[in-house]
């Protein structure tokens, strides 16, 4: 099969969710003696789309335009599906990351393609997808198969592995689209980043911390463990309902689905909400002073004690550790 | 103005979720079914912009009979019409898309809202779909929007910030937490919900374009270890993070 990877960028450089799609891609053509075509989307992104052949990419596309430096849902949909159509590509794979989920859906409708969406495995039997997508925030796990002969995924990041670059660069070719002013019909004309912080949906490790730390100010200390750590700060919804927390923080059902490789939960008490959000990490710690709270049945290593003595000693000790 | 809300009806959160006989759907006894949370947020939205622009709200559900506790919820929130397109199969994403656009194509609404995600399936998938089939833009996960005249002006969240988007009507809109405060219906309103209409139709045939080849529950996790009851545990947690786990 021929296997189209959108290897999403942002500054020029390809996002690690990129590179794991691509490695994904990889994975399923090398079953079903196929090809990869990683399809690089922005502007001046050429040196970044030779990248894709260190991840496993046959070969690179590059669609560049001055006013693709900002993201617009109309004119990634156009893009991706005519460069599906044109390479006869008949999978696409995209990262579900904030911009592969805003505008899958809708290249999947332009391609009559069924999607899965935020696949956490892609494996082939008799020559066809099964994909394998968490439900129900984690509580659940289905295999689905899409029916139609067209198909886009999208997978989702920190689960899939981009594997150790190797040193074949693949070879860019450009792909032009007419884009005019209807494909620019929504468009992104402002960026406000939250200064330098990690979001906890892309972070290899999370502190989070929860309403056992009693007020806003407690926090600092879990910042603290998270700087040593190069961590994110997340947070339980009561901590985010009663405004200590900003709400992109938010780690649960009704926030963020996260997959670490490490979470640490400090002073949370493990609610079901809270535990499909993260209980897919690979380890989790669990700091809480209440030995029956439901995180300790999830986590991997805890410590029955008080937050305020465990967690500066935590973070001391790493600091040790890592020579901070 | 004319708003419509898709809204969608799911087990509570807090439920605890068991695989069926038929190994490919949950088992649904004593779960009990809520408006999908996100969907409040569409609801209250088209509620705010109504008191702003005037116009009419129109609350649809794709489902069974059982939806109609969900639009009556609606309903009770202030919304002025509640349509239920009855279907009881079980469709992927753009089955229900389909059949959603389908009606609201005939609606010619200037916005139209739906939630992020269903807490059940989570693929944040229906609204965007609707929009393509449409024809119409769309902007997902959004926590503020202002509409001038045709200007829309949506912030949505991303990873580690925000994004400003303009587009223009009629548009699709997906609310993500943090849009508004859902209010509670107000007695009166509960009460006048209850006498008031919900308009069914037949759902358009299914078109979906998947199927669940099975469901199952994920793996449970080994039982932990517990380090120690208090600081002096610190440092062995941290060896044990560094050279057992090796994530750290
Ligand atoms: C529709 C819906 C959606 C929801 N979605 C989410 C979601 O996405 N994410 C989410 O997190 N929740 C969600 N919830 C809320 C969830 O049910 C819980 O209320 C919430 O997770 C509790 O947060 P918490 O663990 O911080 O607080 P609590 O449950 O109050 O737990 C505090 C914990 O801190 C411990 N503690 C207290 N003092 C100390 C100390 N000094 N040292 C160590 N430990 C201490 C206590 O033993 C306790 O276990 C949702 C609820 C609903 C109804
Ligand atoms: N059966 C349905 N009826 C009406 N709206 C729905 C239905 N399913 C999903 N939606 C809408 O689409 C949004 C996204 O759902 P999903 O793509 O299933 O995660 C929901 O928040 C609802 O607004």
Redesign the pocket.
């Known amino acids: 099969m021929k296997i189209l990877v959108v290897a999403e960028q942002r500054d020029g450089k390809v996002k690690k969710a990129g590179w794991e799609a691509v490695r994904a891609g990889r994975t399923l053509a090398d079953a079903t003696r196929g090809e990869v075509i990683a399809l690089v989307i922005g502007n001046a992104i050429k040196e970044a789309a030779a990248g894709a052949g260190n991840y496993g990419a046959h070969r690179a596309l590059a669609v560049e335009h001055p006013r693709l430096s900002a993201y617009s849902t109309t004119a990634y949909t156009k893009i991706v599906a005519e460069a599906a159509k044109q390479s006869g590509a008949t999978v696409v794979l995209i990262p579900a990351t904030s911009q592969g989920k805003d505008y899958a859906p809708r290249v999947a409708v332009r391609l009559e393609a069924g999607l899965a969406a935020d696949c956490t495995s892609l494996s082939v039997d008799n020559g066809t997808i099964v994909a394998t997508r968490p439900i129900y925030a984690g509580k659940a796990v289905t295999d689905v198969r899409i029916t139609s002969p067209m198909q886009v995924f999208t997978l989702r990041p920190n689960v899939f592995t981009a594997g150790e670059p190797s040193a074949t660069a693949a070879t860019v070719d450009v792909f032009n689209v007419t884009l005019s002013e209807e494909d620019f019909r929504s468009v992104v004309t402002d960026v406000k980043q939250s200064s330098g912080k990690l979001d906890v949906a892309e972070a290899d490790i999370i502190v989070s911390g929860g309403r056992g730390l009693k007020g806003p100010e407690h926090f600092v200390m879990i910042e603290e463990l998270a700087e040593v750590l190069g961590a994110a700060v997340g947070a339980s919804r009561a901590v985010v309902d009663a405004g200590w927390r900003p709400h992109d923080e938010q780690v649960g059902q009704t926030g963020k689905t996260v997959s670490p490789s490490l979470y640490i939960a400090v002073a949370i008490s493990g609610a079901i909400q809270h535990l499909a959000g993260m209980s897919s990490s690979k380890y989790i710690v669990a700091i809480n002073k209440d030995k029956d709270a439901p995180i300790f049945q999830v986590a991997d290593y805890g410590i029955v004690g008080d937050a305020f003595e465990v967690v500066p000693a935590v973070t001391a000790a790493a600091k040790q550790l890592l020579g901070k | 103005m004319k708003l419509i809300a ?3 009806h799911v087990p509570d959160t807090a439920t605890k979720v068991n695989v069926a006989s038929d190994g490919k759907s949950i088992d649904r006894t004593g779960v009990n079914f809520i408006i ?1 949370p ?2 409040e947020f ?1 609801v209250e939205e088209c509620l705010r912009q109504k008191e702003k622009n005037g116009g009419e709200i129109i609350a ?4 069974t009979d059982v939806h109609k506790e969900t639009l009556r919820k609606c309903l009770a929130m202030g919304v002025d019409k509640a349509v239920l397109l009855k279907d009881d199969g079980a469709r992927d ?1 753009f089955g ?1 898309a389909k059949a ?1 656009a389908e009606y609201l194509r005939e609606q010619a609404a200037d916005v139209i809202f ?5 807490v059940d ?7 965007p779909m609707v929009a393509e089939l449409l024809g119409i833009p769309s902007v997902t996960v959004v926590v503020k929007v202002a509409i001038a005249g045709t200007k829309v002006t949506a912030e949505r969240e991303i990873e580690g910030g925000h994004e400003i988007v303009e587009t223009s009507l009629p548009c699709v809109i ?1 609310a993500q937490k943090g849009l508004n405060d859902p209010r509670y219906p107000s007695l009166k309103g509960i009460m006048g919900a209850k006498n008031k209409p919900i308009e069914e139709r037949p759902a358009s045939p299914d078109a979906s374009r998947s199927t669940v080849a099975a469901m199952r529950k994920p793996k449970a996790k080994a039982g932990g270890k517990i380090v120690g009851t208090d600081a002096s545990a610190a440092q062995e947690l941290v060896r044990l993070l560094h050279e057992e786990a090796k994530v750290i």
Not at chain 2, 114 to 118: I, T, V
Not at chain 2, 122 to 127: C, P, R, S, T
Request: glycine fraction near 14%; charge should be negative.
């Open positions: 898709c809204v969608n999908n996100y969907d569409a649809v559900s794709l489902g994403t229900v959603l739906f939630g992020k995600q269903s399936g989570d693929d944040a998938a229906v609204g997906t």
